[in-house]
């Protein structure tokens, strides 16, 4: 698969990418949430500026990730220490 030239819109604005054909449709589902996410913040608070609106949609989406980010690590150390546990037991089942 190659790579497509697609515009994307974000905030009234274009932005030309080209982007993995596989990547498309996660693209533009980006574009989508991310124009939902300035429309909530535009209808909810007075707020007009579209940079600020655009730096309040960037904040969510950085603490989700950073949230997730955070909750993958901790899965992650926990599967370690289950994996070690598992290894000390066949250890010991196995040395006796």
Known sequence: MGEISIK???????YPLKVATE????VRRAAKVINERI?????NYAVRDKQDLLSMALLHYATAA??????VQD???????KIEELDNLL??????
């Open 8 to 14: 994307i819109s974000i905030s009234d604005r274009i």
């Open 23 to 26: 990547e498309e449709e996660i």
């Open 39 to 43: 429309k909530d913040y535009q209808e």
């Open 66 to 71: 950073l949230r997730v980010e955070s909750k």
């Open 75 to 81: 899965q992650d150390t926990a599967v370690t220490e």
């Open 91 to 96: 250890n010991d089942f196995f040395s006796k």
